[in-house]
T-cell receptor, first 114, second 115 residues
Framework: GAGVSQSPRYKVTKRGQDVALRCDPI?????LYWYRQALGQGPEFLTY????????KSGLPNDRFSAERPEGSISTLTIQRTEQRDSAMYRC????????????FGPGTRLTVL | KQEVTQIPAALSVPEGENLVLNCSFT??????LQWFRQDPGKGLTSLLL?????REQTSGRLNASLDKSSGRSTLYIAASQPGDSATYLC??????????????FGQGTTLQVKP
C-alpha cells in the first residue's frame, strides 16, 4: 500500500513568511510524529499525535511552531515568521495502533529560509 | 536524558566485506531499538526493529543485536555490496510511563562500499 507522503518536497521561503508542511500518514495508522533533521545529524523529535490528540509537543523549539491533526489523519506543521535557523529537513512518520510499534517515515520536506 | 551515539561516523569498505556498525545508548530503559537506512534525497527506510525482550533480529544479510545491560546495539552486514552504501541510523524508544513513543536518534554512520 501507499507509504507516508509529505508535501511539498521542497520549500524555499523568505525570512518572516509563514509556511505549512503537510503529512499524509499510512492509512489506518493512528500515531503520527514530526521530526526535524539538520544536515549531518539524526532526526530530532518535534511532536506526536495519537488520533487527533496532540500528546506530546515537548520538542517544538518555540511558539512559532505548531501542529494539528484535526481529523486524525492528515497533519500540518506550521512555522510562523520563519527564520534562517528553521532551515532543515522536516520528516513525518506514522505507526499503527500502539505508539511502541515500528515507525515508517515519509520522504521529508526540505525547507530553506532565505 | 537518553543519548544515542554511533561510531564510526563514516566507514569505507571493499565490496564483499562483512562489517559491523555500532550504536550505544545511555539509558538502558528502552522499549525497543530501530535501525534505519537513509539514502540521499529520500526518506528513512526501516531495516530492523528489536524489542527490549529480544536479543537479535535478522533480515536477509542484516543482523541486529541488542544488549540492554551494556547499552549497545550492533548492525551486522554480511557480504557488503555497493548498493549498501547509505547512512545508517539507529534510534532508541524510551520505556516507562509518559512515553510518547518518540525516537532518540544517533547521528548516523555513513557507509561506502567500493566495487
Amino acid at each position: 500500500g501507499a507509504g507516508v507522503s509529505q508535501s511539498p518536497r521542497y520549500k524555499v521561503t523568505k525570512r518572516g513568511q509563514d509556511v505549512a508542511l503537510r503529512c499524509d500518514p499510512i492509512s489506518g495508522h493512528v500515531s503520527l510524529y514530526w521530526y526535524r533533521q539538520a544536515l549531518g545529524q539524526g532526526p530530532e523529535f518535534l511532536t506526536y499525535f495519537n488520533y487527533e490528540a496532540q500528546q506530546d509537543k515537548s520538542g517544538l523549539p518555540n511558539d512559532r511552531f505548531s501542529a494539528e491533526r484535526p481529523e486524525g489523519s492528515i497533519s500540518t506543521l506550521t512555522i510562523q515568521r520563519t527564520e534562517q535557523r528553521d532551515s532543515a529537513m522536516y520528516r513525518c512518520a506514522s505507526s499503527s495502533y500502539s505508539s511502541y510499534n515500528e515507525q515508517f517515515f515519509g520522504p521529508g520536506t526540505r525547507l530553506t529560509v532565505l | 536524558k537518553q543519548e544515542v551515539t554511533q561510531i564510526p561516523a563514516a566507514l569505507s569498505v571493499p565490496e564483499g566485506e562483512n562489517l559491523v556498525l555500532n550504536c550505544s545508548f545511555t539509558d538502558s530503559a528502552i522499549y525497543n531499538l530501530q535501525w534505519f537506512r537513509q539514502d540521499p534525497g529520500k526518506g528513512l527506510t526501516s531495516l530492523l526493529l528489536i524489542q527490549s525482550s529480544q536479543r537479535e533480529q535478522t533480515s536477509g544479510r542484516l543482523n541486529a543485536s541488542l544488549d540492554k545491560s551494556s547499552g549497545r546495539s550492533t548492525l551486522y552486514i554480511a557480504a557488503s555490496q555497493p548498493g549498501d552504501s547509505a547512512t545508517y541510523l539507529c534510534a532508541a524508544r524510551l520505556h516507562g510511563s509518559g512515553n510518547t513513543g518518540k525516537l532518540i536518534f544517533g547521528q548516523g554512520t555513513t557507509l561506502q562500499v567500493k566495487p
